[in-house]
């Protein structure tokens, strides 16, 4: 499957599982070490077509083609050059996730085995107004240290190897958030995994090889 068919399947499936909604959100690949492929501005995710996508230097700023990049073109073209290990990046708002970045809550990643791998690491970064460079700057900085970053008031920009990992830890978030959330209304005190437990299971690679952040830089 070619880099722009890989992103059309995952922009419907982000749409069939509520992960993503109308033209909210954006998809990215890396092509090199200098090119991305990114979603066009203002396209919907469950009707991207192979006509939908820029090619963008990451270096340069360059574009390939006549259509508009994104607006938030900046946010991964930082994430892409201070992470040389993402290969692709979803930005999207789902409910219970943007919910969560429009609050304090706190996201607890020692609930089960996939939150224990993937939400391992979730930055923050402060509102900007979108596609602002200042908005670029906060996420290519946060991306030093997570391969998650929760925008506040905005949503979330999730990053990894594959598609499918990536899909798999906006999912996994979006679980967590969920999970979380209907707890506290139905009174149920989560029981959360001791830390020694946490570190044992990530360390041995119990679920899967441990990502390591400071190894991509």
């Not at 994104?70 to 943007?98: C, W």
């Not at 970064?125 to 905005?154: C, K, W």
């Amino acid at each position: 499957m070619n880099p722009k068919n890989e992103l059309i399947q995952a922009g419907k499936y982000l749409i069939n599982h509520q992960l993503a909604w109308g033209t909210s959100g954006n998809l990215s690949m890396r092509l090199d070490n200098e090119h991305m492929l990114i979603t066009a501005s203002g396209t919907k995710m469950a009707q991207l077509t192979e006509d939908d996508f820029v090619q963008w230097n990451i270096q340069t700023g360059e574009k390939l083609g006549a259509r508009k990049a994104s607006k938030e073109t900046p946010m991964h073209s930082g994430i892409y050059a201070n992470r040389p290990d993402a290969q692709v990046i979803l930005h999207s708002s789902p409910f219970y996730t943007t919910l969560f970045a429009c609050s304090n809550e706190k996201i607890h990643s020692e609930l089960f085995i996939e939150t224990m791998y993937y939400l391992e690491h979730i930055a923050y970064a402060d509102y900007f107004h979108p596609g602002t460079v200042e908005l670029g700057q906060a996420i290519a900085e946060q991306a030093l240290s997570a391969n998650i970053i929760m925008m506040r008031n905005h949503g979330v920009v999730v990053f990894d190897d594959t598609i499918d990992d990536a899909l798999m830890r906006l999912e996994t978030l979006e679980m967590a958030c969920r999970m979380i959330l209907k707890a506290k209304e139905a009174g149920v005190k989560l029981t959360l995994i001791p830390d020694q437990v946490v570190t044992s299971f990530l360390d041995d690679s119990r679920y899967k090889p441990r990502k390591k952040i400071n190894s991509a830089l």
